[in-house]
C-alpha cells in the first residue's frame, strides 16, 4: 500500500515511534495505515509534551530540594560560626553574644 507523500513530514514532527504504531494499527483496523500513522504521530506527540512536563516538574521540585537544603547547611555553619565566635570573645572578656 503507498502512503499519500503529505504525510510523511507530519508524521516526522510529531513522532516516527508514534506513527510507526499508528501506521500498523490502522492497516489492521481499515487498510489505511496513512491515516493511522497521523493518528499515531499526534498521539505520541501529546505522549511526548506530557514526558517533557512530567519531567521539567520533577526537575523544579528537585532544584527546590537542593536549595532548600543548602540554606539549612548555610543556616548551621553561620549557627556554628557565631558560637565559636561569641566564645572567643567572651574568653577575651568581651561581650558578644548572638
Given at each position: ?48 509534551r506530557r514526558r517533557g ?46
Amino acid at each position: 500500500m503507498k502512503f499519500p507523500l503529505r504525510l510523511f513530514p507530519l508524521a516526522a514532527l510529531l513522532g516516527a515511534g508514534g506513527a510507526a504504531v499508528g501506521a500498523v494499527v490502522g492497516e489492521i483496523a481499515d487498510d489505511d495505515a496513512g491515516k493511522g500513522a497521523v493518528y499515531g504521530a499526534a498521539i505520541g506527540a501529546i505522549a511526548g509534551r506530557r514526558r517533557g512536563r512530567q519531567q521539567q516538574a520533577q526537575a523544579q521540585q528537585q532544584a527546590q530540594a537542593q536549595a532548600q537544603q543548602a540554606q539549612q547547611v548555610t543556616a548551621a555553619q553561620l549557627d556554628g560560626f557565631r558560637k565559636a565566635f561569641s566564645a572567643c570573645m567572651e574568653g577575651k572578656q568581651y561581650i558578644a553574644k548572638f
